[in-house]
């Protein structure tokens, strides 16, 4: 009981913070937008369509770097410390910073979802539905690697830094910018290597399966992605129950 409750606490604590702070929506859902506008209506024809899918990942993605940076403020401020010394196991302070860094990354996904039909794409319940579904398993996988990286840096510089070397890569070779069809054999074997390709394969499975040529089936790219969030929230967990170099003041 006292482990959903301290889990639940801190995730409803994430989304009061960002009630607090709306400007982080425009910031982070204004950012990739104006990237899909550019990239699509620039090169034309079915570009719209096809970079769609993987503007909702990088939105995701944003709001997780941005959410999940609250570690490092709350070490400086403390709280983090006291819920080290608190009853609550610390594996319900992961899970609980996870959730809630997650559950605000897909809302912001399906807000840029609502965006679909000017990319003339269809959206009906079903497809809304299992999309949002994709959209929080990548979030939660995302805002588990970005807690794993956060919980060793106490500056926020040093933290986008090394978030930006890591996912923005990945990013560009997850079928975002080009297929896996048209890739390279040795970046196509890179891209079948990267856990993000399999949530960007989902998404355009769902939302504009005539692109999705070369793709991984839709039931394997949700398997993946779900089985690299699980991964992200074990390491996560991991860290911190064994690190206990840091003192934390």
């Known amino acids: 009981m006292i482990f959903w409750l301290a889990a639940m606490t801190l995730c409803r604590r994430e989304l009061v913070r960002f009630w607090r702070q709306k400007s982080r929506l425009l910031g982070v859902v204004a950012s990739p937008f104006l990237f899909w506008l550019i990239l699509s209506f620039g090169a034309g024809g079915e570009a719209p369509r096809f970079f769609f899918p993987g503007?909702?990942?990088l939105t995701v993605m944003f709001s997780a770097i941005f959410s999940t940076i609250?570690?490092?403020e709350d070490r400086r401020e403390g709280f983090l410390l006291s819920m080290l010394v608190s009853p609550a196991p610390r594996l319900s302070m992961v899970i609980g910073k996870i959730l809630g860094s997650a559950v605000l990354a897909a809302l912001q996904g399906i807000v840029l979802l609502v965006f679909a039909p000017l990319a003339g794409i269809v959206l009906t319940a079903s497809i809304v539905a299992q999309a949002a579904l994709v959209?929080?398993?990548v979030s939660f996988a995302l805002s588990?690697?970005?807690?794993?990286?956060?919980w060793k840096f106490d500056s926020s510089q040093g933290y986008h830094a090394v978030m930006n070397l890591v996912l923005l890569p990945m990013w560009f070779v997850s079928g975002s910018i080009f297929a896996m069809e048209s890739a390279h054999g040795v970046m196509r074997a890179v891209m079948t290597a990267n856990p993000l390709t399999y949530a960007n394969s989902a998404l355009r499975r769902l939302l504009t399966p005539e692109a999705a040529a070369g793709e991984p089936e839709l039931l394997l790219a949700i398997g993946v992605t779900a089985a690299f969030g699980a991964a992200m929230a074990v390491a996560a967990a991991w860290q911190a129950r064994h690190d206990n170099a840091r003192s934390f003041a």
């Open 55 to 57: 503007t909702l990942v």
């Open 70 to 72: 609250s570690i490092i």
């Open 135 to 137: 959209l929080f398993f």
């Open 144 to 150: 588990g690697l970005g807690f794993f990286i956060a």
